[in-house]
Nanobody
Framework: HVQLVESGGGSVQSGGNLTLSCEVT?????LAWFRQAPGEEREGVAAIWNGGGGTYYAASAKGRFTITKDNAKNTLYLQMNNLKPEDTAKYFC??????????????????WGQGTQVTVS
């Protein structure tokens, strides 16, 4: 049984930083962060697989976001630096999907958290 519980969202000013957390039950090979703004499709942001052996970042996240996993705590993180207003969205943790192909598609992931809101003004 897989459960994903996100936390850490909030409101920040442009240029600020936030770290999102996702507590994971189970042992999925692939974990990812997606985000969805109102009226937009869910967009893959970053993924990590094999306990941190590999990572992927969408172009919008490269150089600003860092995905990590604390295997002892079974917790996934997304460190977001230099946030911009266009990063405003609800961020979701996802598991048991396809991570290693150089892209992320929401319909390939089986399990989702409830999401946490990030607002950048």
């Amino acid at each position: 049984h897989v459960q994903l519980v996100e936390s850490g969202g909030g409101s920040v000013q442009s240029g600020g930083n936030l770290t999102l957390s996702c507590e994971v039950t189970g042992d999925p090979f692939c974990l990812a962060w997606f985000r969805q703004a109102p009226g937009e499709e869910r967009e893959g942001v970053a993924a990590i697989w094999n306990g941190g052996g590999g990572t992927y970042y969408a172009a919008s996240a490269k150089g600003r976001f860092t995905i990590t996993k604390d295997n002892a705590k079974n917790t996934l993180y997304l460190q977001m630096n230099n946030l911009k207003p266009e990063d405003t969205a609800k961020y979701f943790c996802a598991a048991y999907g396809y991570c290693t192909g150089g892209y992320l598609e929401a319909d390939q992931f089986a399990y989702w958290g409830q999401g946490t809101q990030v607002t950048v003004s």
